[in-house]
């Protein structure tokens, strides 16, 4: 296969220290190759949310390596120095409660993301238009945030995190405000994106409907990777 | 694409509201501020409605406004005879209080020789008194008309002309009569009380008494010289215009002045107490767009332009809607309101600095969101 978008070497995450230390992540490995689909599961503290943001470069890990599109980002320590940039090209989230600015319209939410890329006014319209209407909320792009239904704002949320075109997709529970029918679209949406643009895409998720449709799942349990991998 | 804009605009019932409480604030602050400039502008009408450049009062005084003052009317001559005097006048200053129209009138009045220093040198309106009595000259601030008669004291005057804003210190208005008549209203006892003086052996009271004597000094007459020479005589003092304008200002507007200079400091902080409250709840409702902001690659100058550009916003609107409001109602004030330019601009700067200032708690709280706060855990 080609080289993985994602590589973990070992990585570990401790909050905290001493007596209050809790290992969220214990020595983990994981590949991610680009088209793939890959569901992280568990229960609720086994370290899900953790392993997605430390490769969303949120949370500093502890210990170990990670690669991320072919270039070491951490080894034992933060390897590149603007790690802002790296997200805003790099990585696209997707969350859990679909987080939308309440200010801003459909389209101005996703245009806001470019925007911060350096895309200008005009051009950035136009593309959050575009990426709207892939996602067939093309309709709604002037609504704000509030006036839109769960799967309309998830499908924003969405075209937002694909704005600038990253090739790591991360999505924290994305099916969780949906019905299993809206559900069962995103994942197809999810699919599709990897395949078109060879995007690895993680899926944290405890819906027991998508687990389905998955290319490999990881399960996660007490920090510690149990199946898959 | 601006945030702070659209920010403003989703909320925008609440954020003009703020404006409006704002802008009340300012307005008070900056009325505070035109009623001092009024204060010192009325305090000096009178004082430099004569036209004088010298006043000769009573010896150990800081007469006639800071102090009583009285000297003998035949002073006058004496006054006008010295080297480098172009013309006196004596004058009189007294508080009265009159029933008129079914109201309390409390008027000032001064009392001068016409055709000479200290008669007002430009009328509003109608004429200058011609006859030596019973004629008055009103300010407009009065709310008297020409023609209008008058009760004060014993004797009732009509009004031939009107001043324009000239007015005691304590922003009554002036009227002016001649000086006999003057004389007589603050001087002479009525009957009963002027029957029982003769009857103790007393002898009638001398009228000719008066509270100063302004002088014109000739062009090139340095005005010290001639005070000093004034001054030399045991029983009189004498200060140039200068002199008697910067004691007024000390006595009646220091006070003033600094319970003003209280009022406003107290009234800034109060501004900039609840600019940085309600820009620090405004940030506390963004703390989740905020993570999702640098979730999404947003820099921290993104961030903080959101706030300060609010909080600008804020001070601006308040700002022009407080002025608005002042220059609307100023003329429905009780004092005058003397509102400057340059005092409404120097607020209008210090209300922005005031609210980069404040906006730092806001600030503050949105750089520490930490953007994995975003994440559903
Ligand atoms: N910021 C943090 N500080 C301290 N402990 C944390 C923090 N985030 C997560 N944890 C702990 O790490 C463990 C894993 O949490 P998380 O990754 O959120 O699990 P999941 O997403 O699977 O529910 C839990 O015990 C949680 O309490
Ligand atoms: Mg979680």
Known sequence: MATPLVELRGIAKTYGSGEAAVHALKDTDLRVYPGQVVGLLGPSGSGKTTLLNLIGCIVEPTRGRMDLDGETVYDNRWLKSDLRRLRLEKIGFIFQFHNLLPFLTAEENVAVALDLAGVSGAEARRRARALLDYLEVGHRRASLPSRLSGGEAQRVAIARALANRPRIILADEPTAALDSGRAGMVMDLLRRLALEQRAAVLVVTHDETIFGRFDHAVSLRDGQVEAGG | ?377
Not at chain 2, 131 to 143: I, P, Q, T, V
């Open chain 2, 1 to 377: 694409m601006n945030l702070a804009v659209r920010d403003v605009r989703h909320n925008l019932g609440r954020f003009l509201l703020t404006c409006l409480g704002l802008s009340l604030l300012l307005g008070v602050v900056l009325s505070m501020i035109g009623i001092y400039r009024g204060l010192v502008d009325e305090a000096l009408t009178l004082v430099r409605s004569p036209g004088a450049d010298l006043w000769i009062v009573e010896s150990g005084t800081r007469g006639p406004f800071a102090e009583a003052s009285r000297i003998p009317g035949d002073e006058r001559d004496a006054v006008a005879r010295l080297a480098g005097v172009a013309a006196a006048g004596s004058l009189t200053f007294q508080s009265v209080e009159t029933a008129h129209r079914g109201r309390t009138l409390r008027l000032y009045v001064v009392g001068y020789e016409p055709g000479r220093p200290g008669e007002p040198k430009r009328l509003a309106a109608g004429r200058l008194i011609t006859r030596s009595h019973y004629e008055m000259l009103a300010d407009r601030r009065a709310g008297l008309e020409i023609g209008e008669r008058v009760r004060l004291g014993r004797d009732v005057y009509e009004v031939v002309g009107l001043t324009d804003g000239v007015v005691a210190s304590g922003g009554d208005p002036v009227v002016h009569l001649t000086l006999r008549d003057s004389q007589r209203l603050q001087f002479e006892l009525d009957p009963p009380a002027a029957r029982r003086e003769l009857a103790r052996g007393g002898r009638p009271a001398g009228l000719d008494t008066v509270n100063a004597v302004v002088a014109r000094v000739l062009p090139g007459v340095p005005e010290a010289r001639v005070a000093a020479e004034a001054a030399r005589w045991k029983h009189l003092a004498a200060l140039t215009q200068g002199e008697q304008e910067g004691l007024l200002l000390k006595s009646v507007v220091e006070k003033a002045r600094r319970q003003i200079g209280l009022f406003t400091a107290i009234l800034m902080a109060v501004s900039a107490v609840v600019i940085a409250l309600i820009l620090y709840t405004l940030t506390m409702d963004k703390v989740k767009a905020i993570a999702t902001l640098k979730l999404i690659g947003a820099p921290d100058r993104t961030i903080v332009a959101l706030i300060v550009q609010q909080a600008l916003a804020m001070g601006v609107i308040g700002w022009s809607a407080g002025t608005l409001l002042i220059l609307l109602a100023k003329d429905h004030f009780p004092r005058r309101l003397l509102l400057l330019p340059d005092d409404a601009l120097m607020l209008g700067a210090a209300v922005l600095v005031l609210c980069v200032v404040a906006s730092g708690l806001g600030v503050r709280l949105a750089l520490k969101v930490d953007p994995a706060t975003a994440l559903g855990g």
